[in-house]
């Protein structure tokens, strides 16, 4: 035995034929038909097509065929765009560093060619006709283009994907089920790019026809009009970050993930950055586990965001990302604060005959020109958004009010025709939430306003009411105190005395005097002036009991929202109050100044709506 062989024990190294390094790399590009669908789309956009065509059978494994009216492939080219690191987007890093189209990588042809049977027809533009490559795994080297019809741009066709790799074949799901994921696909892509027509076919089926349209349009044509009709609009502006969209209005969302759609640059991303700012802006005003819907594009200078971090380019890497939530976090949280007067779009408040409160909500947003939203388009937006909100309530399917007509805690999840925050109307009078009528129950508030009859949750509206005001009081370190006539006694354990000893300063800052008034016994001497309708004594224990649980500092800090919250809810009218008419006329008119009014400090609802024709409905009039 020679000196230089190896033990036969000792693995050897050796390069990997050119298919069997696509075919890995493929594991990465081309996860499912979806995964193939996104790349040949974008690839038709960087082509700078106006129209798309998507054609699919059965659930794109056996046949992905996308059609596009693009820049075309030059026949010499064809062969290469299937090589792996072979691209026309880039040349050099600083390219990569700025880069503006959806490719880059070079690699998604070549991929989908390792792993499927691909086809590629091609009319560079100029050209006097059409070129055809054909690419089997075993035949992508030394494949030669032939002659083709084909009148201008690109057609490429996917078949039968993983017919030479029946290991991941296996893991493939239903028709179904990757069909889903194609539409997600296709839906992502034609919702960032407004301007291009698509369309999409599965087992000859039309499934969605998308001519193209400003971006209201397009979200309208995908999410639907229920999701437009309780959407708020969204456009806020700084240096050289933008954002713009529909989010949902807080009292319409749902327990489902699905609609949430955010774009970096035009490109569907799932950051978890944007994912935080965006929970933390609902956080306020969301019930429980509800899910906002949404749909967002965020804008960015490309030179700070990284979108090589993975290959499906899902990912991104912000530069500065505190800036980036920052940013998003404000423009969510603006948007959903600002009041019913604003948001609603009607005339300026009247003079009021009790208490105002100066609200600290930025005005909406100014429109900034940005992603397929022109000046027009916004007006045309508002206006579309108005009339979808008509059709919507006009319409009969929406009919069975007679169960959701009363608010309870439960009911934000059915779509309803109950709109708590319309949109605006072109001919409103008079206040938003109008005139007070009665007090039903000692529970609702019934109003009139000039589209019909508006229903409060007395309490929890002025929960919210309450709440914002004490925030907005700390904030200025102008709680005010009201001394109570007699102090309130109660009774207490050693370690509340002890709290109300040590923390009695803090506890000034908040609105209350507690002291000692004997053995295990605390007198309440004076309580947030804000806070006087409620109950004195319930109110300190649960401050108490909050600053036993939590301790001072984080009361003050990381809990000082849910403080508030807990105090304004005590300190709110008690169910069961009767009010008097101007009592609750004042409480109507301070909801309307009132930022996230529409929502209870715990996410639910604090008013509804029934308009004429709903209630014309319900007495089957004039039909
Ligand atoms: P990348 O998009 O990252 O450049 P791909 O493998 O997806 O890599 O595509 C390789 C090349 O093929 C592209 O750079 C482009 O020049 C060309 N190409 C692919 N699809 C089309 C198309 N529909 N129209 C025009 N050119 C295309
Ligand atoms: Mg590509």
């Known amino acids: 035995m020679s000196a230089t062989m190896p033990p036969p024990s000792l693995p050897r190294i ?34 700078g097509s106006t129209a798309i065509q998507v054609y699919l059978e059965e659930g794109g494994v056996k046949l992905i065929r996308i059609s596009d009216d693009g820049c075309g492939i030059a026949r010499d080219d064809l062969a290469l765009a299937l090589t792996r690191h072979a691209t026309s987007k880039i040349r050099t890093l600083a390219d990569l560093e700025g880069v503006a189209s959806m490719g880059f990588r070079g690699e998604a042809l070549a991929s989908v060619a390792s792993v499927a049977r691909l086809s590629l027809t091609s009319r560079a533009r100029g050209s006097d006709h059409a070129w055809k490559l054909r690419a ?33 074949r296996k893991f493939l799901k239903s028709e179904g089920t990757e069909f889903g994921h194609c539409a997600e696909a296709f839906k992502r892509i034609a919702l960032a790019h407004p301007q291009v027509a698509f ?8 499934i969605l026809q998308l001519p193209r349209s400003d971006l209201s349009e397009r979200i309208r044509a995908i999410l639907g009009d229920e999701f437009l009709a309780h959407a708020r609009l969204l456009q806020v502006e700084a240096g050289p970050l933008s954002l713009e969209g529909l989010i949902i209005d807080p009292t319409w ?12 640059n035009g490109r569907f991303v799932r950051d978890k950055v944007i994912g935080h700012a965006l929970r933390e802006a609902y956080r306020d005003v969301l019930h429980g586990s509800r899910q906002p819907a949404l749909c967002l594009f965020l804008q960015v200078d490309p030179a700070t965001v990284d979108v090589n971090v993975h290959p499906a380019k899902t990912e991104v890497r912000f530069r500065d990302s505190r800036a980036v939530h920052q940013f998003v ?8 604060a600002t009041p019913i007067q604003e948001s609603s779009g009607s005339e300026p408040p009247q003079p009021r005959a009790m208490e105002i409160t100066a609200h600290t909500a930025a005005p909406m947003p100014r429109h900034q020109p940005g992603l397929g939203m022109a000046e027009p388009a916004t007006v045309a937006y508002l206006d579309l958004a108005r009339s979808v909100r008509e059709d919507y309530h006009r319409e ?23 709109s708590p925050q319309p949109l605006p109307e072109t001919a409103s009078e008079g206040p938003p939430l109008g005139y007070a009528l009665a007090q039903l129950h000692g529970i609702y508030i019934l109003a009139q306003n000039s589209k ?32 109570l006539l007699i102090p309130a006694l109660f009774s207490a354990q050693p370690l509340e005395v002890a709290a109300v000893e040590e923390h009695g300063a803090a506890l000034a800052d908040l609105g209350f005097e507690i002291s000692l008034a004997g053995p295990g016994q605390l007198a309440l001497r004076a309580v947030p002036a804000l806070l006087q309708a409620g109950d004195p004594t319930t109110l300190a224990r649960a401050l108490l009991a909050e600053l036993q649980e939590h301790g001072l500092s984080q009361l003050m800090t ?45 996410g639910r609802p604090t008013w509804t709506e029934l308009s004429m024709d709903e209630l014309d409905r319900l007495f089957l009039r004039g039909r």
């Not at 969302?253 to 774009?263: G, L």
């Not at 849910?562 to 409480?587: D, F, I, K, W, Y």
Request: include cysteine.
């Open 14 to 47: 050796q390069a990997l034929p050119d298919l069997l390094i696509s075919q890995i790399a493929a594991g990465e590009v081309v996860e499912r038909p979806a995964s193939v669908l996104k790349e040949l789309m974008e690839n038709s956009l960087d082509a």
């Open 136 to 168: 089997e795994s075993s035949t992508i080297a030394g494949a030669e283009p032939e002659p083709a019809a084909l009148m201008a741009g690109t057609v490429v066709e996917m078949r039968d994907l993983y017919f030479n790799t029946p290991a991941r």
């Open 199 to 206: 369309t999409l076919v599965h087992n000859g089926r039309s």
């Open 253 to 264: 969302a749902t327990q489902s993930k699905d609609t949430q759609y955010t774009f970096v």
């Open 329 to 336: 976090f404000h423009g969510v949280q603006r948007t959903l």
């Open 396 to 418: 009969g399917s929406h009919a069975d009010f007679r169960a959701t007509a009363f608010p309870s805690p439960v009911r934000a999840q059915a779509p309803q025709s109950l």
């Open 452 to 483: 019909g009859l508006v229903l409060v949750d007395m309490h929890a509206a002025h929960e919210r009411i309450l709440y914002e005001k004490l925030k907005h009081a700390l904030d200025q370190q102008q709680m005010s105190r009201q001394a």
């Open 558 to 602: 990381a809990r000082r929202n849910e403080l508030l919250a807990t105090m304004a809810c005590h300190g709110a009218v008690r169910a069961r109050r009767q009010l008097s008419l101007p009592e609750m006329n004042a409480l109507l008119r301070q909801m309307e100044d009132t930022e996230r009014s529409g929502q209870c400090n715990h």
